[in-house]
């Protein structure tokens, strides 16, 4: 499963590219390079992603899918239950997983930021 990592593409309260700011999360992908909705259905195993932020540390947590709402990201403490754990982080964007595609992430405060795809691997 590739690891795909993105980091900002600028905009308000993010730097640009900077590196301090990042998530690495695990995608099946179709042929197009798309997430796999069917991929994620038939997988027996959460999905891992990562968070990245200055004076926060690190975040593990898993990747989600829902017909209705699509793609997104939620974010584990120490003390969390997955099973309680809230979605932190709604993915937006209809374009396959390559370096340079963008996409749109709500962020637990409710505000969007774009978020380049630096690395599939």
Request: net charge negative; glycine share 10%.
């Amino acid at each position: 499963m590739p690891l795909v990592v993105l980091s900002p593409s600028g905009g308000t309260g993010l730097p640009e590219g900077s590196p301090q700011y990042r998530y690495e999360v695990r995608l099946s992908l179709d042929a197009q390079g798309y997430p796999d909705p069917k991929a994620w259905y038939a997988d027996s195993k959460p999905w891992p992603a990562r968070r990245f932020w200055p004076n926060q540390g690190l975040m593990d947590g898993d990747v989600i899918y829902d017909e209705d709402s699509g793609w997104a990201l939620r974010f584990f403490r120490r003390d969390d239950s997955p099973v309680d754990a809230p979605i932190q982080a709604v993915i937006r964007g209809s374009v396959p997983c390559r370096p340079g595609e963008n996409v749109t992430i709500t962020e637990p405060d409710g505000r969007d930021y774009a978020w380049r795809i630096v690395g599939v691997d």
